[in-house]
C-alpha cells in the first residue's frame, strides 16, 4: 500500500499512448476491487499507468489524467480542505461536472474522511430558478460544509447558497491554499464514503448513505459480473451525479483498473454519434453504458446518414450495457439493425438491473447473452385476470435483467409480504453486501424501505424466472382503474406506434375525475401547428389509449421540450402530473 504522504512522479511513472491516451494495457496486475477503502483502490490503480481521458464535443482528446496524477490532485485537496477546518464526517458538496476537477476534489474529499456529495448540472427544463431551488434542496438536505462549483456555475451556485448561508467557492480556488503537510485521518471499510442522491430527488430528497464496504463489494461484484479483461476500455458520457455514471462509469474504472474515456454529458445530447465514434477509434475491448434512450437518439440520428459501416467500427463493443430505465426491445433492435454492419453484435447488449439503494447493482445479464425476452400477458401484469373470450389476448415483451450479482439476493413478495413462486409478478426485494446504509438523517423514510435483517423494499415491480431478474415497471407508476391495474410504459408505447413520435412524447399517469373517479392522462409532445390536425391527432391517441384500458382518457396535446425528465435523464411521471395539475404546463388548444 502507498503512504498518503507518498506521491507519484506522474511525468517520469506514466507513459501515456502514442495516441496521447492513457493505455489500455498495463503491466499492473488486476485487482478486482478487493479493496478496503476508495482510497486505497485510487493508491492501487494509481501505480499502474492507466486513467482518465477526457474529450471535447468532436471527441477530440482535451486531457490524459493518468490515476497517479489524479492521486497526487486529491491528496493536495484533502490537505487543503483540512487546512480550511473541514473535519471527518462533514459533508463536500460538487457539482458534478465530468472533468479532472470534479474527480480530484471528489477524491480529495475521500482522503480526507469528507463525505462528499456530488450535485446535478442545469437541465434545459425549467430554467435558473428551478435550477437554484433544486441546489437548494439537496444542500439543506446534505448539510454540506463547503460547497464547490466550476466557475461558469457561480451565478447559480452563489444563489443556492447565500439563501442556505452556506461557505461556497468555486474549485479553481482552491489553488490559492496551501496544501500544507497535514496528517490526514485513517478510513475503515464500515464508515460512509459519500451520498448519492437518486434522480428523481425534488421536494423530498433522498441522500443515500454508502460505506466503502458497500461501494467495493458492489464495484467487485460489477467486475466478476461483466469479466473484467486486460484489453478492456471503458467509455462514457453518463453523468457523474447519477449512480450509473458515478460508480458504473467513474469508480468502477478505479477500483478495476480500467483507463476510461469521457464525453460530457451535454456534448452527447448535442451529438450523440459523437459517442460512437470515440467507441470506434478505441483499440481496446469496449465496456460502455447507456439508458435506453441513448440507443434510440443514436438509431434515429443515423436515419439521415451514410451507412454506418462507412463511419464507425462497433466490432470492438463487447458489453453495450443497457440499465437506470425501463429496457424498450423495439428501441434495441432497432440499433442492432442500424449498427450492425458497423461490426455491432446483439450478443453485446447487457441489460441490468440496480438503484442508488444497492449502490448501483441488483443484477447483470451474462456476458454475450443479449438482450432476451419473454412474453407477459396483460391480466398478468394488471394480477386482475379477465375472461379471454371477453377481449383479445395482449402481451408485453419483457426484458431479462440477468442474474443477482455476486452477494446479492433478490426476492419476489406479494402483496401479503411472502415470496411470490416462480414467473409471479410482485414486488422485487433485494439484500446484500451492497445494501445502503440508509438514507441520510431520515431514518423514517430508511425503516419504510429497509428491514431490519437488511432487506430493501425496492419499489419495483417484477418476477423471477430460471434464476434471471425481469423488471416490468415502478409500483409507484401504477395507474389503477376499476381495480384493474395499468403499466404507464404500455400506454405511452401504444401512443409512440403512431407516426411522428419517440421516446419521451408522452407521460402517462392517473388523475381525479369530476366524479371522484380515478382516469387515465395522457401528455403528448405535440408537433402539429394546424388546430384542425390537433384534433383528428388527439381522436387517435384517444382510441389508441381506450384500447389498451377500456376507459376513455383525458388526451392533452403540449409543446415540444414540456415534459420533465430528471437530472438523469429520465422520463418524471410524478412531475409532469404536479405541473399538469397546478397549471403549469399549458396544453395547445384542440378543435373539437
Given at each position: 500500500m502507498i503512504d498518503v504522504n507518498d506521491t507519484i512522479d506522474t511525468p517520469t511513472a506514466v507513459k501515456l499512448a502514442p495516441n496521447g491516451y492513457t493505455p489500455t494495457l498495463d503491466r499492473l496486475t488486476r485487482r478486482i476491487a478487493d479493496f478496503a477503502t476508495l482510497?486505497?483502490?485510487?493508491?492501487?490503480?494509481?501505480?499502474?499507468?492507466?486513467?482518465?481521458?477526457?474529450?471535447?464535443?468532436?471527441?477530440a482528446l482535451v486531457r490524459a489524467y493518468p490515476y497517479a496524477e489524479l492521486r497526487n490532485d486529491g491528496l493536495a485537496h484533502a490537505r487543503r480542505f483540512v487546512a480550511m477546518g473541514l473535519n471527518k464526517g462533514d459533508r463536500l458538496a460538487l457539482v458534478a461536472e465530468t472533468g479532472p476537477e470534479f474527480a480530484a476534489c471528489f477524491f480529495g474529499a475521500i482522503y480526507a474522511g469528507l463525505w462528499p456529495v456530488p450535485l446535478p448540472l442545469p437541465t434545459s427544463f425549467g430554467g435558473r430558478e428551478a435550477y437554484v431551488d433544486q441546489l437548494v434542496v439537496m444542500l439543506t438536505s446534505s448539510d454540506p460544509k463547503l460547497f464547490l462549483y466550476p466557475p461558469e456555475l457561480e451565478e447559480f451556485a452563489l444563489a443556492a447558497a447565500t439563501k442556505l448561508g452556506i461557505a461556497a467557492r468555486n474549485w479553481d480556488s482552491l489553488a490559492e491554499i496551501d496544501s500544507a503537510a497535514v496528517a490526514l485521518p485513517e478510513a475503515s471499510g464500515d464508515e460512509i464514503g459519500y451520498l448519492q442522491y437518486s434522480s428523481g430527488s425534488t421536494r423530498f430528497p433522498h441522500g443515500v448513505a454508502v460505506t466503502h464496504r458497500a461501494l467495493l463489494d458492489n464495484l467487485r461484484a460489477h467486475g466478476i459480473g461483466v469479466e473484467v479483461q486486460d484489453s478492456d476500455r471503458c467509455i462514457s458520457w453518463l453523468p457523474w451525479y447519477h449512480d450509473m455514471g458515478l460508480v458504473g462509469c467513474m469508480l468502477s474504472p478505479v477500483a478495476n483498473q480500467l483507463s476510461v474515456d469521457y464525453l460530457k454529458t451535454e456534448d452527447f445530447a448535442r451529438r450523440p454519434l459523437a459517442w460512437l465514434d470515440l467507441i470506434s477509434r478505441n483499440p481496446g475491448t469496449t465496456l460502455s453504458y447507456s439508458p435506453t434512450f441513448g440507443y434510440d437518439i443514436c438509431s434515429r440520428r443515423?436515419?439521415?446518414?451514410?451507412?454506418?459501416?462507412?463511419?464507425?467500427?462497433?466490432s470492438r463493443w463487447r458489453i453495450a450495457g443497457n440499465g437506470a430505465d425501463m429496457i424498450?426491445?423495439?428501441?434495441?433492435?432497432?440499433?442492432v439493425d442500424e449498427f450492425a454492419d458497423a461490426g455491432f453484435k446483439a450478443s453485446s447488449f447487457c441489460p441490468s438491473y440496480g438503484l442508488a439503494e444497492a449502490t448501483l447493482a441488483v443484477s447483470i445479464m451474462p456476458p454475450g447473452e443479449g438482450i432476451r425476452l419473454e412474453l407477459v400477458e396483460e391480466s398478468e401484469l394488471s394480477g386482475v385476470g379477465t375472461p379471454a373470450q371477453e377481449r383479445p389476448r395482449r402481451y408485453r415483451a419483457v426484458v431479462n435483467c440477468g442474474k443477482p450479482v455476486v452477494g446479492m439476493e433478490v426476492e419476489i413478495r406479494g402483496p401479503d409480504g411472502t415470496p411470490s413462486g416462480e414467473s409471479s409478478i410482485g414486488k422485487l426485494f433485494a439484500r446484500g453486501s451492497s445494501i445502503m446504509a440508509g438514507y441520510f438523517r431520515d431514518e423514517e423514510s430508511t425503516r419504510a424501505?429497509?428491514?431490519e435483517d437488511g432487506w430493501l423494499d425496492t419499489g419495483d415491480m417484477g418476477y423471477l424466472s430460471n434464476g434471471y431478474v425481469f423488471i416490468v415497471g415502478r409500483a409507484k407508476d401504477m395507474i389503477i382503474i376499476n381495480g384493474r391495474n395499468h403499466w404507464p410504459q404500455d400506454i405511452e408505447w401504444a401512443v409512440e406506434q403512431l407516426p411522428g413520435f419517440k421516446s419521451g412524447d408522452i407521460a402517462a399517469f392517473a388523475i381525479t375525475g369530476p366524479l371522484g373517479e380515478e382516469t387515465p392522462a395522457v401528455l403528448v409532445h405535440c408537433r402539429v401547428s394546424d388546430p384542425g390536425e390537433r384534433g383528428r391527432l388527439r381522436d387517435d391517441i384517444r382510441e389508441r389509449v381506450r384500447a389498451i384500458t377500456g376507459i376513455t382518457p383525458v388526451v392533452e396535446l403540449v409543446p415540444p421540450r414540456t415534459l420533465p425528465r430528471t437530472s438523469s435523464g429520465k422520463l418524471s411521471r410524478t412531475k409532469a402530473r404536479n405541473l399538469y395539475l397546478s397549471g403549469e404546463i399549458i396544453p395547445f388548444d384542440v378543435a373539437a
Open positions: 482510497g486505497e483502490a485510487l493508491d492501487y490503480a494509481a501505480t499502474g499507468q492507466r486513467g482518465m481521458n477526457f474529450h471535447d464535443a468532436r471527441g443515423m436515419s439521415s446518414q451514410t451507412k454506418a459501416a462507412d463511419r464507425f467500427d462497433l424498450r426491445p423495439d428501441v434495441m433492435q432497432a440499433f424501505c429497509l428491514s
